[in-house]
């Protein structure tokens, strides 16, 4: 029950495609964090949403979070080479407990 | 710079061999965290330490040992009862307190058992 579901897998998309993560929880989460790792890099924290239905923007990538805290998007419009990497998500149980990572969805950017 | 450095950046060693990977942060942060990752597996959590001379057991500490004796490190042993050691090992800090906290991840250690 505080395992984080991710779909897809993998995603291969045309550069200018745009792309979408989900991230699913079966108990409600009190925050939601998005990571991504570059190919043989490490994790770098993206965001991080806390409030039932926020949206967040950081110029390309459009961060959602869900009206009963369930579940949660990472979308990119218009992908470009710079966008591959492995895109995490990940949430703490309460307190000062780790972080519980989603197995990840590997996104690929054809030129 | 602040910042967290984990050592060596890739590793070998032959198969019954204990290993010692290092990590180190100056961020001042009380949590520190190890994560082994594996292709398609994700980010999987070995051991955390929310304070120093304590730690916890995350959900694939078998085969692995950790200490805290200080606050800036905490070094993760791979023993030799580990089945399949072969994987990069991440190390995270935080901040800790409260659910609201970013890690801040090493640029990890790829380990390759022989």
């Known amino acids: 029950g505080q395992q984080v579901m991710q779909i897809p897998q993998y995603q291969h998309v045309q550069e200018g495609e745009d792309f979408t993560t989900y991230c699913n929880s079966s108990?409600?989460?009190?925050?939601i964090q998005w990571y991504k790792q570059r190919p043989g890099g490490h994790p770098v924290f993206l965001i991080q949403?806390?409030?039932?239905?926020e949206v967040k923007k950081q110029k390309r990538l459009t961060f959602q979070f869900g009206e009963a805290k369930k579940n949660s998007s990472l979308h990119i419009t218009a992908t470009q080479t710079t966008d591959v990497g492995t895109y995490f998500c990940a949430r703490r149980i309460s307190g000062n407990t780790p972080l519980v990572f989603g197995k990840g969805t590997r996104l690929s950017v054809i030129a | 710079d602040g910042g967290i450095t984990q050592s060596p950046k890739y590793l070998f060693r032959k198969e019954g061999q204990n290993v010692t990977l290092s990590c180190e942060q100056n961020l001042n942060h009380d949590a520190m965290y190890w994560y082994r990752q594996d292709p398609g597996q994700g980010l999987r959590l070995i051991y955390y330490s929310q304070i120093v001379n304590d730690f916890q057991k995350g959900d694939i500490a078998e085969g692995y040992s950790v200490s805290r004796e200080k606050k800036e490190s905490f070094p993760l042993t791979v023993t030799s009862a580990q089945k399949n050691p072969t994987a990069f090992y991440l190390c995270?800090?935080?901040?800790?307190?409260?659910?609201?906290?970013?890690?801040?991840f090493g640029q990890g250690t790829r380990l390759t058992v022989v």
């Open positions: 949403l806390v409030k039932s239905g």
């Open positions: 995270a800090s935080s901040i800790g307190g409260g659910t609201n906290t970013e890690a801040f």
């Open positions: 108990t409600t989460l009190s925050n």
